[in-house]
Nanobody, 125 residues
Framework: QVQVVESGGGLVQPGGSLRLSCAPS????????IGWFRQAPGKEREGVSC????????YYRDSLKGRFTISRDKTKNTVYLQMNSLKPEDTAVYYC??????????????????WGQGTQVTVSS
């Protein structure tokens, strides 16, 4: 079964940075497009960023461009989400997910094959 595990969440002050990691369990990540999503309390889960397997193309939600960066390290079989200049409104549970496709059609990686368990990111002073 395809599974992914997120790590790297935590509490950070406004303006700070965090790097989230997404690691697979027993398979190579580069076969799949990988997406990051987030879900704030009382809100729907939303796409944050996607990286294609086929050519490494990256996509971002418009409001996050310039602050968030998705990347893939094939040698470590890990996908990262670097988050800079964090704001309180970035507070959410962040999820990594494998797409059913090997490419991204946009920043939302759906249709999803497998979700991670999520990692909490809290931006607060």
């Amino acid at each position: 079964q395809v599974q992914v595990v997120e790590s790297g969440g935590g509490l950070v002050q406004p303006g700070g940075s965090l790097r989230l990691s997404c690691a697979p369990s027993g398979f190579a990540l580069h076969y799949y497009a990988i997406g990051w999503f987030r879900q704030a309390p009382g809100k729907e889960r939303e796409g944050v960023s996607c990286i294609s397997s086929s050519d490494g193309s990256t996509y971002y939600r418009d409001s996050l461009k310039g602050r968030f960066t998705i990347s893939r390290d094939k040698t470590k079989n890990t996908v990262y989400l670097q988050m800079n200049s964090l704001k309180p409104e970035d507070t959410a549970v962040y999820y990594c997910a494998t797409s059913l496709l090997d490419y991204c059609s946009g920043y939302d990686a759906r249709p999803i094959g497998s979700w991670g368990q999520g990692t909490q990111v809290t931006v607060s002073s």
